[in-house]
């Protein structure tokens, strides 16, 4: 079930009584750096994963 238009609204008015338009663009920045590094620690987690497989495949020859 989509949010409708108003819901979406809603959901800004009360972001901008609890923030402030002054303090959003910071949040918003926060908000956008910590799913940056949520990405590149997700990214990192297969990178290990592979290596973890090569160095076990390396062992069992």
Request: aromatic share 4%; hydrophobic share 45%.
């Amino acid at each position: 079930m989509a949010p409708s238009l108003w819901q979406l609204l809603l959901v800004l008015i009360v972001v901008f009584v609890i923030f402030g338009a002054g303090k959003l663009p910071n949040v918003m920045g926060d908000i956008g750096k910590g799913v940056k590094n949520m990405r590149e620690g997700l990214k990192g987690d297969d990178e290990t994963d592979e290596e973890i497989k090569k160095i076990k495949s390396k062992k069992n020859k």
